[in-house]
Structures are given as C-alpha cells and as structure tokens.
C-alpha cells in the first residue's frame, strides 16, 4: 500500500478541496478518478499468483486499497458457484440454478427466504471462501517452501518473488547471501518494503522471522487472522486519513484517489461514486452514527465471519428485492432481482416460476 501512499500525499490537497465542495453542495458534479477498472494492467503470471497476497479479497466488503467490493453480494450469496454465472451463460440455465440455490436458502421449506435464513446462507458461503483460499494457499506454500521444510525465511520469499518479476533466481539469491546491492528500480523496491512489512506483522509471536503455513496464509489473506485483519485495517486508514487522527471522517473516506490518474481526461466522473461511498460510509461503517469511522469499527465491517454483519447484510439484500414489503423473499421476487444477487440478468424471469419450482 505504500506504493500508493506517495501518489495520495502528493494529491492530497486538490482531493480535499474537492471533497469539501462535493459535501457542501446540493449537486454533486465531480470526484476523484476511479481508474482501478480502466487502467491497463500487465496479465499476472502464474507466479504473481501463488505467491503475491491478492488485491481483491472474496467475502469482503473492502478492497486491500481501500475500495468498495463491487461483488461483495454476489459473492456471499453464490460463493464458489459464482463463476457459473456470467454474461455469456444461457439465461433458462441460470434461472434454473437460482431456483435450486433458492430452495437450499429456504431452509425451513415455506417457500420464502426470511433475515435468519439469508444470514446463515452467508455464513455458509463466507465458509466457502475461507477454504477455497486455504487450499489455493496450500499451493502458493510449496511454491515458496521448494525444500518442504515447513517454514520460509523473508530472504527466500524475497527471491521467489523478484524470480517472479524476472530476475534471475540463482543471481539473486547468491547476491542475497552476499548482501550485495540488488539494483533495484524504485516501484520493486517500495512494494519489497511494503510486503516485508506485511512479512513481519504476519510472524505470529514468538518472532522467529520464519513463516509456517498458517503465517503465510495470514499474510496472503488477513481475513484469516484477528492480527492481520487490524493490520490491514490501520493500513486503509493510514492511506485515508488526512490529518492523522487515526480515525476517518466522511470527506476523507470519499476523497480516496484511487490508483493512478495519469492526465486529466482519463477521469471519469461519476456522481454514484460519492453518493455509494457516501452511503456506506453514514449508513452501514459508522455503527453508532457519529460522524467519526474508528478502526474499532472498520475492523468490525471488514470482519468476514461477524454474523451481526451477516444479519444486517441479510436484511439490506432482502429489502432491495422485497417488492411486497412482508420482510422476506419470496421466488419469483429473487428471480425478478436476479443481477443484483447474481450479476447475470435472467430473461422471462417469471416464466414457468411455480412450474419449475
């Protein structure tokens, strides 16, 4: 994150500016440039992959930058089976696997989805992406651990991860050994310091500079630790937070300058953007309304497997699609609202409903 932190200082004043006047003005006409989407970004190797902790976290209302996650409800209703729907897929197959994910929803087999069965739903498929990335790390272990002794050195990280950015290993490595200067340009080295920061908050005490299996899983997803989980919650604010209080205001959790503006035309404004922000930030993070986000109550809204969110993310998923207002979900509701809960939208969605049910 500090690779970032550099770009946010050095904008900062244009970002507050601009935030003050979005928050005193009855239209909002502009914000900072989200170019997380449309900026070109080099394809990850297979490498990058195992072994670089992920910028997007499954099950997870926050982005490790800072963003919201735009697939947060698809991804605790779907879980694992979120990839089975896509743009491409035939609609009358996705409208039949809705109404099988439905009957499983409805626990209790009335034929409607209340509050307490869509938490626990979400539980159940938060779990899922807990193990999946549990298993994913099994593998990104033994692509760091090439000598299956159970634990990785910084140092050996360190060379796998530049082996990955095509350094030559061998090279590296004796140069390590050595304590030879690595040559390095200034973007490697910043996000070597920033993950060697993130190395050493994930050595569970006693510190032994070594990482286990589970340390590494912690430190390629906080999500899985308490530790981490407030690790990564204090390097959010730390990038948002403008006058150091180590709290958030709600000019500065809207004036986040996401990724790298390159020039001025390439911003693309767009007033949803505060406005969800906004939202989020007054309605659902600020738990006791006062104007003030603490990292007490960030880290509860980050928090995967808090099922008091669960519950509140249960009832605001149903209130989108509760058209006869009897704070439940019935079938054809959930099918008629199926691109907010799956991102795919289904065609003739009521057709041949109780049939097919």
């Not at 997380?36 to 990058?48: G, L």
């Not at 409805?106 to 990335?133: C, G, L, P, Y």
């Not at 993950?195 to 990482?211: G, V």
């Not at 691109?339 to 049910?357: C, I, P, Q, W």
Request: with cysteine; aromatic share 8%; glycine share 4%.
């Amino acid at each position: 994150m500090s690779v970032w932190r550099k770009l946010w200082r050095r904008n900062c004043l244009a970002v507050s500016l601009l935030c003050y006047i979005l928050l005193h003005s009855m239209d909002v006409h502009a914000r900072p440039a989200n170019m997380s989407a449309s900026k070109e970004k080099s394809p990850a190797t297979k490498d990058d992959n195992e072994i670089l902790p992920p910028d997007h976290l499954n099950g997870v209302k926050m982005e490790m930058d800072g963003h919201l996650n735009k697939d947060f409800h698809q991804e605790v209703f779907l879980g694992k089976e979120m990839e089975e729907f896509d743009e491409d897929s035939e609609p009358r197959r996705n409208r039949k696997k809705l109404i099988e994910i439905f009957s499983k929803v409805d626990f209790n087999r009335d034929r409607s989805v209340s509050a307490k069965e869509m938490q626990r739903w979400i539980m159940e498929k938060t779990e899922e992406h807990f193990q999946e990335a549990m298993v994913e790390n099994k593998n990104s272990f033994r692509a760091v651990d090439p000598d299956g002794d159970g634990h990785v050195t910084w140092d050996e990280y360190r060379v796998k991860f530049l082996a990955s950015k095509g350094f030559n290993e061998k090279e590296i490595a004796e140069k390590i050994k050595n304590s030879e200067d690595l040559k390095l340009d200034e973007e490697t080295q910043e996000v070597l310091e920033s993950l060697k920061d993130r190395w050493f908050q994930a050595d569970n005490p006693p510190a032994d500079q070594l990482l286990n299996e589970q340390e590494f899983l912690s430190f390629l997803h906080p999500e899985h630790s308490r530790g981490m989980l407030k690790y990564m919650v204090k390097e959010i604010v730390r990038d948002l937070d403008q006058d150091g209080d180590k709290k958030l205001t709600l000019s500065e959790f809207i004036s986040l300058p996401v990724g790298t503006v390159e020039n001025q035309q390439a911003q693309d404004i767009d007033d949803d953007w505060v406005r969800e922000r906004k939202k989020e930030f007054e309605e659902v993070i600020d738990s006791d309304r006062d104007g003030i986000v603490t990292m007490d109550e960030l880290e509860e809204y980050m928090d995967p497997m808090n099922e008091h969110n669960a519950l509140n993310e249960a009832k605001q998923m149903i209130a989108v699609a509760d058209e006869n207002q009897n704070h439940s979900l019935e079938l054809d509701e959930i099918l008629k609202y199926s691109e907010y809960f799956t991102g795919s939208k289904l065609m003739d969605y009521a057709r041949n409903v109780h049939e097919e049910f």
